[in-house]
């Protein structure tokens, strides 16, 4: 079956750029949408964007800030996002799909703090 | 965007009893695309419906969901133990893809 693994750094200073990794096991990253989404308890959630097959669609709210890429050699795909404030605090999860997510990673803790 | 208010906040029911969750939109969502979701502590939400009405694989057929344009509703007709939770309603119909604040289904 499908599984997701969001890697990446628990503690990211402000001003920099959070980048996490999520890797994808069971299907093929280069044959479906994937997604990011966060949840931060002043937020809720929120839909970060999606990649597929190399075409992105962000949420504009983020869109000047956010990168999402394919590594098809090891069935991969990132994000990064640049110049985070304490706002940016929250779980971050990935997702398959671009529209509705029927399977998540178990998401990962983001910290923005100096 | 289109955003979502979902009613109530919090719902006190007892196992048995049915569940009904109001999720309404400050704009039509088109093709009825609408999701919901149910997230427990510590976990990724799971979705329940996609579709407004369709249930996704494997999820119980107690779950319903119903509703078009502006106004949709999640019925659970008999809680069981395992179903109180927080849910999410979520549109897909415009972007940016939007959620819903949630809705807590609490034990009484």
């Known amino acids: 079956q499908v599984q997701l693994q969001e890697s990446g750094p628990g503690l990211v200073k402000p001003s920099e750029t959070l980048s996490l990794t999520c890797t994808v096991s069971?299907?093929?990253?280069?044959?479906?949408?994937w997604s990011w989404i966060r949840q931060s308890p002043g937020k809720g959630l929120e839909w970060i964007g999606y990649?597929?097959?190399?075409?992105?669609n962000y949420n504009p709210s983020l869109e000047s800030r956010v990168t999402i890429s394919l590594d098809t050699s090891k069935n991969q795909f990132s994000l990064k996002l640049r110049s985070v404030t304490a706002a940016d605090t929250a779980i971050y999860y990935c997702?398959?799909?671009?529209?509705?997510?029927?399977?998540w990673g178990q998401g990962t803790m983001v910290t923005v703090s100096s | 965007e289109i955003v979502l208010t979902q009613s109530p906040g919090t719902l006190s029911l007892s196992p048995g009893e049915r569940a009904t969750l109001s999720c309404r939109a400050s704009?039509?969502?088109?093709?009825?695309?609408l999701a919901w979701y149910q997230q427990k502590p510590g976990q990724a939400p799971r979705l329940l419906i996609y579709?407004?009405?369709s249930r996704a694989t494997g999820i119980p057929d107690r779950f319903s969901g119903s509703g078009s344009g502006t106004d949709f509703i999640l019925t659970i007709s008999r809680l069981e133990p395992e179903d109180f939770a927080v849910y999410y309603c979520?549109?897909?119909?415009?972007?940016?893809?939007?959620f819903g604040q949630g809705t807590k289904v609490e034990v009484k």
């Open positions: 997702a398959k799909d671009g529209r509705t997510w029927p399977i």
């Open positions: 069971g299907a093929s990253i280069s044959s479906s949408y």
């Open positions: 990649i597929y097959s190399g075409n992105t």
């Open positions: 704009q039509s969502v088109s093709s009825g695309s």
């Open positions: 579709g407004a009405s």
């Open positions: 979520q549109q897909y119909g415009s972007s940016p893809w939007t």
